[in-house]
């Protein structure tokens, strides 16, 4: 087992003043079967030709059978043997499920946005006294209490993990979570709070929640330390790159240590609803040959045509430059956010495509195959 690293952290924006979170890691050929027939024509003197000659085809079709199903067979454990590019290596999904739950208790929860921003969103943590061994990019799931409409239980939710592997407390104990407060108007002009939502958010220290999981291997790190990761977020789908991020750059591993290039673009309505700033900020400094941070704040700045700067439009800027990107088989894009980010990305990448005589869509089908594209939008 290898030894604990520690590194200690500014704790996020809008938690307890003066905590500071320490983060620490533990290290945590086909076979080949062929077919002969020499030595089994041997039983057929004796006999007629003809019924010989019969017996004789029947042997080769069989030798043909065998071989055909052994080369199946060869095929088959080739592909279970694939290697994932991603850090997929012992991961475990659905420990718990929703109706055996897991029981943790809400450590520390705080809202991490101005009070000005357009919504409210909360940083949470919960203890998990690791029975629930997740990756970064992983989901768990929420039971929310009580009934819905029709007087069953509610359904669980699914949100991305916002902390590493080890936890924001370094001890592989405990899970975070980015939730947004989801209220609305409906067609009847009635207030509608997002059950799940306002639950956690109004969440106390001390109380007890129902979690499910983990889920999900989409969104699972590249192996590659040397590999290019490029992370596409608006609003809370910064929450798998946040476990990211402090894999690459807050913490201290013996089995891994990135030395590629991380690019974050983070789109949100206004610089007071920048989550996690001062975290990406204090990385891109430093480590600046390694991280990359562009943000897009949609209502308060503008490209160069006076359009408003979603994370797309920021994207635009280095388009030649993502492209060449795209071209290499280490780099990995990762999305997560509002699904409409997707056109707008690709409305980007079509020209540049067709201008080196390709289709953008083909192209982005291979990249998803070699597990290089990787999307969770809604």
Same mark, same amino acid.
């Given at each position: 087992?290898?030894?604990?690293?520690?590194?200690?952290?500014?704790?996020?924006?809008?938690?307890?003043?003066?905590?500071?979170?320490?983060?620490?890691?533990?290290?945590?050929?086909?076979?080949?079967?062929?077919?002969?027939?020499?030595?089994?024509?041997?039983?057929?003197?004796?006999?007629?030709? *003809?019924?010989?000659?019969?017996?004789?085809?029947?042997?080769?079709?069989?030798?043909? %059978?065998?071989?055909?199903?052994?080369?199946? /067979?060869?095929?088959a454990k080739a592909k279970e043997a694939k290697v994932s590019k991603k850090n997929e290596h012992g991961v475990v999904t659905n420990v718990f499920k929703p109706k055996t739950?897991?029981?943790?208790?809400?450590?520390?929860?705080? *809202?991490?946005?101005?009070?000005?921003?357009?919504?409210?969103?909360?940083?949470?943590?919960?203890?998990?006294?690791? !029975?629930?061994?997740?990756?970064?990019?992983?989901?768990?799931?929420?039971?929310?209490?009580?009934?819905?409409?029709?007087?069953?239980?509610? *359904?669980?939710?699914?949100?991305?993990?916002?902390s590493s592997a080890p936890g924001d407390f370094g001890d592989y104990k405990t899970v975070s979570l980015c939730v947004k407060r989801l209220v609305y108007t409906n067609d *009847? #002009?009635?207030? %509608?709070?997002?059950?799940?939502?306002?639950?956690?958010?109004?969440?106390?220290?001390?109380? !007890?929640?129902?979690?499910?999981?983990?889920?999900?291997?989409?969104?699972?790190?590249?192996?590659? /330390?040397?590999?290019?990761?490029?992370?596409?977020?608006?609003?809370?789908?910064?929450?798998p790159f946040r476990g990211f991020l402090w894999r690459m750059f807050f913490e201290k591993h013996e089995d891994y240590k990135f030395k590629g290039l991380a690019w974050l673009?983070? #789109?949100?309505?206004?610089?007071?609803?920048?989550?996690?700033?001062?975290?990406?900020?204090?990385?891109?400094?430093?480590?600046?040959?390694?991280?990359?941070?562009?943000?897009?704040?949609?209502?308060?700045?503008?490209?160069?045509?006076?359009?408003?700067?979603?994370?797309?439009?920021?994207?635009?800027?280095?388009?030649?430059?993502?492209?060449?990107?795209?071209?290499?088989?280490?780099?990995?894009?990762?999305?997560?956010?509002?699904?409409?980010?997707?056109?707008?990305?690709?409305?980007?990448?079509?020209?540049?495509?067709?201008?080196?005589?390709?289709?953008?869509?083909?192209?982005?089908?291979?990249? !998803?195959?070699? /597990?290089?594209?990787?999307?969770?939008?809604?």
């Amino acid at each position: 087992m290898a030894a604990l690293a520690h590194a200690a952290v500014p704790c996020t924006s809008g938690l307890t003043s003066g905590t500071v979170f320490s983060s620490s890691s533990r290290s945590i050929a086909p076979q080949r079967v062929g077919f002969s027939a020499s030595g089994l024509f041997s039983s057929v003197e004796g006999l007629s030709a *003809k019924n010989g000659a019969a017996i004789v085809h029947r042997l080769r079709d069989v030798a043909v %059978v065998a071989q055909t199903v052994s080369t199946g /067979e060869v095929a088959a454990k080739a592909k279970e043997a694939k290697v994932s590019k991603k850090n997929e290596h012992g991961v475990v999904t659905n420990v718990f499920k929703p109706k055996t739950p897991y029981e943790g208790i809400c450590l520390t929860i705080g *809202k991490i946005v101005g009070d000005d921003a357009p919504g409210e969103t909360y940083h949470m943590v919960f203890s998990t006294e690791g !029975k629930i061994p997740y990756r970064e990019g992983q989901s768990i799931g929420i039971l929310p209490p009580g009934l819905d409409d029709k007087g069953k239980p509610h *359904k669980l939710r699914l949100y991305s993990i916002a902390s590493s592997a080890p936890g924001d407390f370094g001890d592989y104990k405990t899970v975070s979570l980015c939730v947004k407060r989801l209220v609305y108007t409906n067609d *009847k #002009g009635e207030e %509608v709070k997002g059950v799940c939502s306002n639950y956690l958010c109004d969440l106390k220290a001390g109380e !007890k929640v129902l979690m499910t999981g983990p889920v999900g291997k989409e969104m699972l790190m590249p192996v590659d /330390e040397e590999a290019t990761v490029i992370m596409l977020a608006t609003g809370t789908g910064i929450a798998p790159f946040r476990g990211f991020l402090w894999r690459m750059f807050f913490e201290k591993h013996e089995d891994y240590k990135f030395k590629g290039l991380a690019w974050l673009f983070l #789109g949100v309505p206004t610089s007071s609803s920048l989550l996690y700033r001062e975290e990406f900020e204090k990385m891109a400094e430093d480590f600046p040959n390694n991280f990359r941070l562009d943000f897009a704040v949609s209502r308060e700045q503008n490209n160069a045509k006076g359009e408003k700067m979603y994370i797309q439009t920021r994207m635009a800027e280095y388009a030649e430059e993502l492209w060449q990107l795209l071209q290499k088989d280490n780099t990995f894009v990762y999305m997560c956010g509002l699904k409409g980010m997707e056109k707008g990305i690709d409305d980007i990448m079509v020209s540049l495509a067709e201008r080196d005589g390709k289709d953008w869509f083909e192209y982005k089908k291979a990249l !998803k195959r070699g /597990e290089q594209w990787n999307v969770e939008v809604y």
